[in-house]
Structures are given as C-alpha cells and as structure tokens.
C-alpha cells in the first residue's frame, strides 16, 4: 500500500496550492478518503473528507470556504484545492484512506510572508 502525496511548497499569506495523493496498492474507490494535517508542535488535525464515490463531502469550519477536496477514481487520486492561504494552515498534510489505516508521508505547506 502506498499513498504518496504531492503539491505541498512555501506561499505567500492568500495564495494558493493543490495538493494530490496517488493511491496503490490497495482498492482506492472502496474507500473514503481524507487530508489530516499536523503543525509543528500540534497533534494531528482532520481537514477534510470525501467519501467513496466523491459526490459527498466534510471540512472543517476552519478552511470551509477555502478548500475543496476532490478524487479521480480512475486515476486513484487525491485532491485538496487549497484557496486564500493563511499562516495558522502551515503543516504536514497527510493523505488517509482504507479506515485511516493507510497514511502517507505527508506534504508540507508553508504560508508566510
């Protein structure tokens, strides 16, 4: 099993980033999906979730407006479209699916100007 995210970098304070997950290994499309993020000195956080078919979706009320999770079942792919940036979302972004058994190694995300 693998979940191997991407996308992650440094950006200014209202900018934006997308980050993915490729999934394999394990049968993606049975599986809701999540992002959970950890900053430096915090426990883990849940972002957001999406659920197997990916026509139903959760967020935290903190990034509510500002990211969208997304997948591509065909590509066995994870989405999180991250709009309007603030410092407080620097973290680790990890990639969750199959029953939050599977993790990846994480994506950082630096916001600051």
């Known amino acids: 099993v693998q979940l191997v995210e991407s996308g992650g970098g440094m950006v200014k304070p209202g900018g934006s980033l997308r980050l993915s997950c490729a999934a394999s290994?394990?049968?993606?499309?049975?599986?809701?999906m999540s992002w959970v993020r950890q900053a430096p000195g915090k426990g883990p956080e849940w972002v957001s979730a999406v659920n197997t078919g990916g026509g139903s979706t959760l967020i935290r009320n903190s990034v509510k407006g500002r990211f969208t999770i997304s997948r591509d079942n065909a590509k066995n792919t994870l989405y999180l479209q991250m709009n309007s940036l603030k410092p407080e979302d620097t973290a680790l972004y990890y990639c969750v699916g199959g029953g939050w058994e599977y993790w990846g190694q994480g994506t950082q995300v630096t916001v600051s100007s």
């Open positions: 290994g394990f049968l993606y499309s049975l599986y809701d």
